[in-house]
């Protein structure tokens, strides 16, 4: 992958006056011993902050030695002032986390009271309106400290991303698609930069990369991929011709921003006037690191940007489709899986996941579209079914207000067979009933959801939280004991 974030972690200890300063970088000391030992490289700052001297002083060297995220380990009890304006002053994503104490008879002379100087500085931050993950439980030995700091990794990775990404658009989302349609303010107040491109634009950059001499290399590659799925050669030529369009676009667009996503037009005049439906195309920039969401589907492409870094694995993006037919359920999951018919599901889209997500994989036509369209043009979609294995659903969205909300569930793609078209699998997800009306339907979600490809809740959620969501509006799916405030208590099933 080619366009996702590579960190560099710095740490600073903190010590308050009327304890050691010793103690605090003693305690530093080791755990950069264990994080080197557990997960390699991280730049330990040599100057512990007690003042604001100190801590212009630190902020100068981790600067300088180039890090993008930092830890502030309160050694002992640490000073709230400083040690929260380091944070401010950095302007990064920045971790809080405390010693905890050694042993029992260190408690005279060597107590850092951390344990309660993690609550003043939590205070501070609060009141300084400065963001900082804090993990779940922040206070442990040098190795547990290690283990926080390496959870925190992919967290400041994403947060440095989105400070970093643009996502460029190319079109308005097609008729009757305003569930793909969200205000772009929020986008802003991530950090993040939008282009937004007329598709006209993006057509006369194709028509300009006709007979590019690289097309015949992007052919090999997509043979090489596709292999014995390989049913529509005649197009390949034409999916390589834009594939070349948007990568050059991409470097000649990206301007100050290192990262991009793309959120792609891809009806209903693009198979007529391209020849082709992009879904391949989009699939195998995904697999590069570069999400590609379909529909003009804004917050899809930032959904998948994150989903990519949090995962560093390839993502798609997939219709929350249509029910597992009770047949079929019967058939070959009821006996098999402790799920529901309700638990289960299928995630479809025409073809833009990757090859490396599949099962298998052939280039086919996009059926749905060639109902009303001639075949040949509506060539171009990824087809075959999603590989099994652990899955989690999410989403980052801006409600039509400007407001951030998310929602993730993790559940699992079943070993089944789906009998049906495009790129789909069949998916299940504990209580996905209530969490459908409750949650997706009951807070206006559009169809669209990006899929990573294991569970990776825990690190998504603090994602969210550091972005600035409510944490009443990051919604995930409840155990079948705990109601959702909008569900009929009276309602059984």
Not at 1 to 28: H, Q, W, Y
Not at 274 to 281: A, D, K, L, R
Not at 456 to 485: A, C, H, M, Q
């Amino acid at each position: 992958m080619n366009n996702m974030p590579s960190i560099k972690i710095g740490i600073v200890a903190v010590s308050r006056d009327c304890f050691p300063m010793s103690l605090s970088e003693n305690r530093r000391k080791a755990v950069v011993k264990e994080y080197n030992k557990k997960y390699g490289e991280i730049y330990e700052c040599p100057t512990c902050v007690e003042n604001e001297i100190h801590m212009r002083k630190a902020l100068s060297e981790v600067k300088k030695a180039g890090c993008d995220a930092l830890v502030v380990y309160l050694g002992n009890f640490g000073p709230e002032t400083s040690e929260t304006l380091l944070a401010k002053e950095f302007g990064g994503p920045v971790m809080f986390i405390a010693a905890a104490e050694e042993s029992g008879d260190k408690l005279l002379d060597d107590r850092g009271d951390a344990y309660c100087g993690m609550l003043n500085a939590s205070y501070n931050l609060k009141l300084r309106n400065i963001k900082a993950y804090i993990p779940e439980y922040p206070v442990g030995t040098a190795s547990e400290c290690a283990d926080m700091i390496h959870e925190f990794e992919p967290i400041a990775k994403s947060i440095y991303g989105l400070n970093n990404l643009k996502i460029i658009s190319f079109g308005p989302r097609p008729q009757d698609f305003l569930a793909c349609n969200a205000p772009i303010k929020q986008l802003y107040n991530l950090g993040v930069e939008i282009q937004e491109n007329s598709e006209l634009d993006l057509f006369e950059a194709f028509k300009n990369h006709e007979n590019d001499d690289r097309i015949p290399a992007i052919i090999k590659e997509m043979e090489a991929e596709l292999g014995e799925g390989n049913k529509k050669p005649e197009i390949l030529a034409k999916l390589a011709q834009y594939e070349l369009t948007l990568l050059d676009w991409i470097e000649a667009n990206k301007g100050s921003r290192k990262f991009v996503a793309i959120a792609g037009k891809c009806w209903p005049a693009f198979q007529t006037q391209f020849g082709f439906v992009p879904c391949y195309v989009n699939s195998r920039l995904t697999a590069k690191g570069i999400p590609v969401s379909c529909e003009v589907d804004i917050y899809g492409a930032l959904s998948e940007f994150i989903g990519t870094v949090v995962s560093n694995d390839t993502v798609t993006l997939l219709d929350i489709n249509n029910t597992v037919p009770k047949d079929m359920f019967e058939e070959e999951i009821k006996d098999n899986y402790s799920y529901t018919l309700t638990d289960t599901f299928m995630g479809f889209h025409c073809g833009n996941t990757a090859a490396s997500k599949l099962s298998f994989c052939e280039m086919k036509y996009q059926k749905i579209m060639a109902r009303a369209l001639p075949e040949e043009v509506t060539q171009g979609t990824l087809e075959g079914d999603i590989i099994p294995g652990d899955i989690t659903f999410f989403r980052l969205q801006s409600t039509s207000d400007a407001k951030l909300c998310a929602y993730i569930a993790q559940g699992e793609v079943l070993p089944v067979a789906t009998r049906s078209f495009g790129a789909i699998g069949v998916f299940a997800i504990p209580e996905m009933r209530r969490f459908y009306r409750h949650v997706l339907i009951e807070k206006n979600y559009p169809h669209h959801g990006a899929v990573a490809f294991g569970h990776f809740g825990k690190t998504l959620y603090e994602v969210f939280k550091y972005l600035g969501v409510s944490v009443e509006e990051i919604d995930y799916n409840l155990p079948k004991s705990v109601r959702y405030k909008t569900e009929n208590p009276f309602f059984s099933n």
